[in-house]
């Protein structure tokens, strides 16, 4: 086991135990608040181009479709990210890397870019930063899908390709702190 994966699992494990009556109360909030189950699933694109599932807290109503108040404020905070420390702490993702993407992204990539794929998704990375506020973007976007297929997600590809060549224990360190102060 590398250095990376002791620490994605010992700190998976403190976070998850640290959180614990956390967690289960945003749960049964989501689980009231949409009348449905609080936890969402999605298949995502992983390392190696395998998928796994994600976990999320339920955002979304699933008969109206539209993100509930609670929603908004989870999403705001990154709260409804949080069950994604059981995918670190059973190894499909880890704290640093690039987020794992939904199919017809990443695992369409070619050549060179095709590396980000060898690397294992994470809760955090320098895009997901500079993106954060992302949905907001594309909301003022004319053509939102072409926006995103033209310019995020290529800046996003530059910023993780980065990332492969020159990812550390140390880098990895200064990104969670971007991402708690940010």
Known sequence: MDTKRIIDVLFSIIL???????????????????NSNGLFKQVRVGQFGKSFEIYKFKTINPISGKISNIGQFLRKYKI??????????????SFVGPRPDISGYYDLLE????????????????????????????????NPQLYNDTIIFPDKIRMNLDYYYNHS??????????????
């Open 111 to 142: 050549g060179e870019n095709r590396k980000i794929l060898e690397l294992k998704p994470g809760l955090t990375s320098l895009a997901s930063i500079k993106y954060s506020n992302e949905e907001k973007i594309l909301s003022t976007q004319e």
């Open 16 to 34: 998850i135990l640290l959180l614990i009556i956390f967690l289960i109360l945003i749960f049964f909030i989501c689980s009231l608040n949409i």
């Open 80 to 93: 409804d990210e949080l069950p994604q420390l059981i995918n670190i702490l059973i190894g499909n993702m």
């Open 169 to 182: 224990i140390f880098g990895d360190i200064k990104i969670i702190i971007k991402t708690i102060f940010r």
